[in-house]
T-cell receptor, first 116, second 110 residues
């Protein structure tokens, strides 16, 4: 079982609010990812981190921002939530430490966000 | 054309049937991933393979690098196998950023 956690699991929030989705992993992985998935649709990478203080945008343009100040923590922030941000957000990590397989990505349980 | 194509998009079968899900990709890869997404949304990595075949319990994954094609098989299917199965490959060979197929929604009826 993967040691990667996301909070909250579900969030319903009004338009204009600032929100932060939390993601933490205890596997010592250097690479972390944020994916966005609309219902019934495929996953799209929105943010990627190679390691501490290293982040880049993914394939799908997103108004969210991320930070990577600590190896284990990769939060995603929306400064002003809008209904178009309603989606599921999944965090993942990969690396080569310990018993975890090289390059295999381990996913968190996801945060289902609804902006009203 | 998508870089990763899965077929079928939806599959309904009876308990006990042998299931095959196919994945074709157009990018050069170092490894292909098969993932399982449960109705609650959580994703589990099933296989990562770069050649030949891998088996885990009732699940078998095969890949043909030359033909850029992979299959996921489920033997003696069970209702708890009902989920969305997703194929993913690195966009750039050797990289870890993945491109995902649209998924195959599998329903196994008792």
């Amino acid at each position: 079982e993967a040691d990667i956690y996301q909070t909250p699991r579900y969030l319903v929030i009004g338009t204009g609010k600032k929100i932060t989705l939390e993601c933490s992993q205890t596997m010592g992985h250097d690479k972390m990812y944020w994916y966005q998935q609309d219902p019934g649709m495929e996953l799209h990478l929105i943010h990627y981190s190679y390691g501490v203080n290293s982040t880049e945008k993914g394939d799908l343009s997103s108004e969210s921002t991320v930070s990577r100040i600590r190896t284990e923590h990769f939060p995603l922030t929306l400064e002003s939530a809008r209904p178009s941000h309603t989606s599921q957000y999944l965090c993942a990590s990969s690396g080569t430490s310990g018993r975890y397989q090289l390059y295999e990505q381990y996913f968190g349980p996801g945060t289902r966000l609804t902006v009203t | 054309k998508n870089e990763v194509e899965q077929s079928p998009q939806n599959l309904t079968a009876q308990e006990g049937e042998f299931i095959t899900i196919n994945c074709s990709y157009s990018v050069g890869i170092s490894a292909l991933h098969w993932l399982q997404q449960h109705p609650g949304g959580g994703i589990v990595s099933l296989f990562m393979l770069s050649s030949g075949k891998k088996k885990h319990g009732r699940l078998i994954a095969t890949i043909n690098i030359q033909e850029k094609h992979s299959s996921l098989h489920i033997t003696a299917s069970h209702p708890r196998d009902s989920a969305v199965y997703i194929c993913a490959v690195p966009r750039i060979q050797g990289a870890q950023k993945l491109v995902f197929g649209q998924g195959t929604r599998l329903t196994i009826n008792p």
